[in-house]
């Protein structure tokens, strides 16, 4: 199980973070995205695989004016 922004979710690890970004339909250029307390750079997103009892915290930007 992997917790995803405090929430539990099965059958996640195994994949990327930039795999888990695109199924959730989040824009990775828009993210900041935090993995067991490190930020991951933007480059790192599609190399990092999710394991068991990994800890994800995915912060979004809003634009505004």
Known sequence: ??????????NVAGVTVL??????NS???????ELNGQI????ALAETV???????EIIAFVGGG
């Open 40 to 43: 991951l750079s933007k480059a």
């Open 50 to 56: 999710l394991v068991e009892n990994d800890k994800v």
């Open 19 to 24: 795999s888990l970004l695109e199924e959730q």
């Open 1 to 10: 199980m992997v917790t995803i922004n405090g929430e539990q979710m099965d």
């Open 27 to 33: 824009h990775h250029e828009n993210v900041v995205v």
